[in-house]
């Protein structure tokens, strides 16, 4: 209850001060302001798409966009909006959580590695920098070649793909905190080693993990997309945007607006996250602190 | 209620403290001098057991608290203590607080570690100590955070934090480096205080001959590693043995004519790795003679005071 009291204290404060300063320049508004409304339309979906994702028409399959189907329709006649607007469920869901997973046990292991040092933190960093020296779309490969395909291998890949950069900058942040003087003065009061890293360590070491973790949210959509492309990803009549990419490449010449649409949703979202990223290093001040990643 | 005997201190083959002892009774106040270099700090940090925290290790000696020989204490009994029953106030306020957290937490921290408080007592105390500190609207002040306050405050919060579990041994390491003048005198005055208040056992280490005289009941005067002399505060001051206690003593700005001229000693104290043989201070005493270059000498005691020199007897011309 202290703990959980004291990260909503944290999360508070940090909400307050950091995500709201981000927000006041006119490209974090823009940007963040997408995100916002992206996400409101993923969670909202069902409501806001006009057809069916599912829904076939093979009568009306590959029309340009025009009325009623804004953005045209695919080989299969499913209406390519509707398809973008279920695909950002995927997309984000896919990636949010694969980043909280991949952070949650990178920030876990890199504070462990950072603080304990010796052997363990030898052992982590070797293993760590081993997944980082492959790039990350052939260890995500990789993963689901083992496993197979599917949303959950997409997941887990991925976040096995990014753990390497929350591990290393969580440990960079904490060796660095760890000699500060007013950790010192904590083991000075008797502060045991949990209240040390958990109460003083890991408050102070947070924000460049949390800024990398919403950059790493735009790197992991496209990568779920790439993974979607291959055919690896989402199964179809599951909507993705690499997917339908991927089925779109067929008619790139016949019907281009069912590869462009997903293409450009991918591409602004991206686009939207790194900008919206850049803004929240700004209002936190830490770009120096980045440099352990 | 704090005793170190002739405690010895190593990192790997490096030496820099041999040799120390003081000790210190419940009310009582004394004070450790010397330059930077001379080893008060890690004398400070041998008692704290932070040593194996470092990579350095207690060669030789006793370290006795209340009865208790510290030298061998496990880490996890040694926590209880820090803080607990021995608290410790470091040279830089400015950096001894988490910029994240308001004060009070911090502050509470303490007391619901060591005293096992919730914290609504701890709170409690939180508000009360900082009132003995004379710090003005503590209730107000606990929702502060560290970089809203002056230097002399976050002196005060750190001292606060040190007194929070009612320790029995106050360290003060430096206490008053970092502040500017006026507040040294103020935060000086403070840790007298609670000394009497509080009947506190507290360990003065300063390079400040002046705050040793204002202040201490008895003194020694370290240099590189070692106890060169100690005694009571009186003795030392009107009867200093050692040339380097007297270069010190002669240190101290006094006098307020035009033509008083600020005295310094010549040179710097050796590192650790070429500690010179025989006196450590000879390279840099005027009274140096062929034997303080090759046989270390010993104390001479005299009364309840003793000085390290082998001209300790000798009645030393006051330098000027």
């Known amino acids: 209850m202290k703990a959980s009291s004291m990260t909503a204290r944290t999360l508070d404060t940090f909400a307050r001060m950091s995500i709201g300063r981000a927000f006041a320049s006119g490209i974090g508004m ?10 409101l339309v993923a969670i909202f979906a069902p409501w806001i798409a006009p057809f069916d994702y599912a829904a076939q028409n093979l009568m009306n399959a590959n029309a340009p966009p025009g009325w009623p189907h804004l953005l045209g329709t695919d080989e299969f006649g499913r209406d390519v909006l509707s398809r973008v607007i279920f695909g950002a469920r995927t997309s984000l869901s896919v990636s949010a959580t694969a980043i909280a997973i991949s952070m949650a046990a990178g920030m876990t292991l890199g504070a462990a590695a950072g603080y304990f040092g010796g052997f363990f933190e030898r052992a982590v960093m070797t293993v760590v920098d081993l997944t980082w020296s492959f790039p990350d779309i052939l260890i995500a490969l990789i993963f689901v070649a083992i496993i197979g395909p599917g949303l959950t291998s997409t997941t887990f890949a991925i976040a096995i793909a990014y753990l390497a950069q929350f591990t290393r900058l969580t440990r960079a942040q904490i060796v660095r905190l760890k000699r500060e003087t007013f950790i010192e003065a904590t083991v000075n009061l008797g502060a045991n080693p949990s209240h040390i890293l958990l109460r003083h360590l890991m408050p102070n070491a947070i924000a460049p993990v949390i ?22 990803g989402a199964q179809p009549p599951t909507p993705s945007w690499g997917a339908m990419m991927s089925s779109g490449t067929a008619q790139l010449f016949l019907s281009p607006w069912v590869i462009i649409f997903p293409g450009v949703a991918v591409a602004v979202t991206v686009i939207a996250v790194n900008l919206f990223g850049d803004e929240l290093i700004r209002a936190l001040d830490i770009r120096d602190r980045l440099r352990g990643a | 209620m704090l005793s170190v005997r002739d405690l010895g201190v190593a990192f790997g083959a490096v030496e820099p403290l041999s040799g120390v002892s003081f000790s210190v009774e419940k009310g009582e106040t004394i004070g450790i001098v010397g330059e930077s270099g001379s080893g008060k700090s890690l004398t400070a940090m041998s008692v704290m057991g932070l040593l194996p925290l470092i990579g350095g290790r207690i060669t030789g000696g006793k ?5 208790q020989d510290l030298t061998d204490l496990p880490e996890r009994a040694y926590r209880k203590l820090r803080g607990g ?22 502050v509470d921290d303490v007391a619901r570690l060591h005293l096992g408080m919730d914290a609504t007592q701890a709170r409690a105390r939180t508000v009360e100590i900082l009132g003995t500190l004379r710090i003005p609207e503590p209730a107000l002040i606990c929702e502060r955070y560290p970089h809203q306050m002056s230097g002399g405050m976050k002196q005060r919060i750190v001292i606060a934090m040190a007194l929070a579990a009612d320790p029995d041994v106050l ?31 507290l360990v003065l280490i300063t390079h400040d001959m002046s705050v040793v005289a204002q202040t201490c009941d008895n003194v020694v005067v370290m240099y590189a590693g070692r106890a060169v002399e100690y005694g009571p505060v009186e003795t030392i001051f009107d009867r200093p043995r050692h040339p380097y206690t007297q270069a010190l003593i002669a240190c101290i700005p006094r006098g307020l004519e035009e033509t008083a001229r600020l005295t310094g000693i010549e040179g710097t104290v050796p590192t650790v790795i070429n500690y010179p043989k025989g006196c450590p201070f000879h390279p840099r005493c005027a009274r140096a003679e062929a034997i303080c270059a090759t046989d270390p000498p010993d104390f001479s005691v005299e009364g309840d005071s003793a000085a390290a020199c082998h001209f300790a007897e000798v009645a030393h011309a006051q330098p000027a």
């Not at chain 2, 370290?63 to 009865?67: A, N, Y």
């Not at chain 2, 029953?85 to 911090?106: A, C, E, H, V, Y």
């Not at chain 2, 040294?184 to 205080?193: E, K, P, T, V």
């Open chain 1, 30 to 39: 823009v940007a963040g302001g997408f995100l916002i409304l992206l996400v």
């Open chain 1, 211 to 232: 800024v990398v973790g919403m950059l790493a949210i735009g790197d992991g959509i496209v990568l779920e997309a790439t993974l979607g492309f291959f055919g690896l």
């Open chain 2, 63 to 67: 370290i006795v608290f209340d009865g």
């Open chain 2, 85 to 106: 029953r021995i608290g410790l106030i470091t040279q830089n306020p400015m950096t001894s607080l988490d910029p994240l957290k308001k004060i009070g937490p911090q």
């Open chain 2, 171 to 201: 360290i003060a390491d430096e206490p008053t480096t970092a502040l500017d003048v006026t507040v040294q005198a103020q935060i000086i005055r403070l840790l007298d205080d609670l000394v009497k208040q509080r009947n506190l056992a």
